[in-house]
């Protein structure tokens, strides 16, 4: 359980079995530990708190469910309308707690975890920033928007294997004396041979984009295998199941993770497409010729959209306005 400790993901299992008062002794203390740490975490497991003193609200001072459903029945529907009472009673207050808390951690931080049986799946929402997780094995996974993955975490250790079911994810593995670590992605399995790679899975389609090291890339059901080297992509076509292996010509195929850009000769519309797409705000040029205007810059590398279009703006001496949270790049 010493994961928890370095891992703000994982924590908020352990509050919500706290407030369900399922939690053990020894997840006591490290809950315990971890709330003392920092005002912030405090603060973090009061907002839970408050969520379950108003599930108690909604349920009124006597708990009774029933009642709490016919009250609702009532202000929703007409008399004429009927709604099946849910089977509330069957229900421990965790459940109910792990569907706020999920509302709670979209709403404010862009992604969610919960665990789920056995596994732990962590979800980011399609405006999401980046989301860094730290895996038991310390590997570092950040998540692209709109990224879904899971893990066995009862035994993670021992069989390392992380599930990407959709969305993004850049990976940086760490030695361990277990297994090799593996990613799956639709019906392809990436094995690590390496440190770190990009994986992207859209609707089946996989793309493994390897930074360092070496990956052996499969698909089970045609036993076809390739081996990918840094500088190397390994795609899987869903429709006709085939893998293939290509030079990596996109240089800002992880711009949407270090905000780091390489244009050569660019076009300033496919430019402003690429910031778009990364910084998550629209980006419109305006006029045929500044369409066409070509950008190169060696390195630019910055968190913020403004500071990257100050950068073109001085370059191609263009002009930058802001129309409802639209940014317009236009002759002077």
């Not at 599930?55 to 007409?78: H, P």
């Not at 990976?171 to 361990?176: D, F, L, M, R, S």
């Not at 711009?255 to 778009?276: C, I």
Request: some cysteine; aromatic content about 8%; glycine content about 4%.
């Amino acid at each position: 359980m010493a994961q928890y400790q370095n891992n703000e993901e994982l924590i908020y299992e352990l509050i919500i079995e706290d407030l369900d008062e399922t939690i053990s002794i020894s997840d006591k203390v490290i809950l315990q530990n971890w709330r003392a740490a920092d005002a912030a975490n405090e603060q973090t497991y009061l907002e839970f708190l408050n969520v379950q003193q108003s599930i108690d609200k909604l349920y009124g001072t006597q708990n009774n469910a029933d009642a709490s459903w016919e009250i609702l029945d009532k202000k929703l529907f007409t008399k004429n309308q009927t709604l099946a009472k849910p089977m509330v009673k069957k229900l421990n207050f965790g459940f109910y707690l792990r569907i706020a808390a999920v509302l709670l951690l979209v709403s404010s931080l862009g992604y969610y975890f919960m665990a789920t049986g056995k596994y732990a799946v962590v979800s980011t929402s399609a405006t999401a920033n980046v989301t860094r997780l730290v895996l038991p094995d310390e590997t570092i996974v950040n998540l692209n928007a709109g990224t879904k993955i899971r893990y066995n975490k009862e035994n993670f250790l021992t069989d390392r294997n992380l599930e990407v079911l959709n969305g993004e994810v850049f990976i940086q593995v760490v030695k361990h004396a277990g297994a090799q670590f593996k990613v799956t992605a639709g019906d392809v399995e990436a094995e690590d041979i390496g440190t770190s790679f990009n994986v992207e899975n859209v609707n089946g389609n996989v793309s493994v984009t390897v930074e360092e090291g070496k990956i052996a890339l499969k698909h089970e059901g045609t036993n076809q295998q390739l081996l990918l080297v840094a500088g190397k992509i390994g795609t899987f076509n869903a429709s006709n199941k085939k893998l293939s292996i290509t030079n990596n010509s996109d240089l800002n195929y992880k711009s949407w993770l270090d905000k780091r850009f390489t244009f050569d000769a660019v076009v300033l519309s496919n430019v402003a497409s690429q910031l778009e797409e990364v910084y998550q705000v629209p980006v419109v040029v305006k006029g045929s010729v500044l369409n066409n205007r070509k950008f190169t810059v060696a390195d630019l590398h910055y968190q913020t959209i403004d500071s990257a279009l100050a950068v073109i703006s001085a370059s191609l001496q263009c002009k930058i306005t802001k129309d409802n949270g639209t940014y317009v790049l236009s002759d002077n």
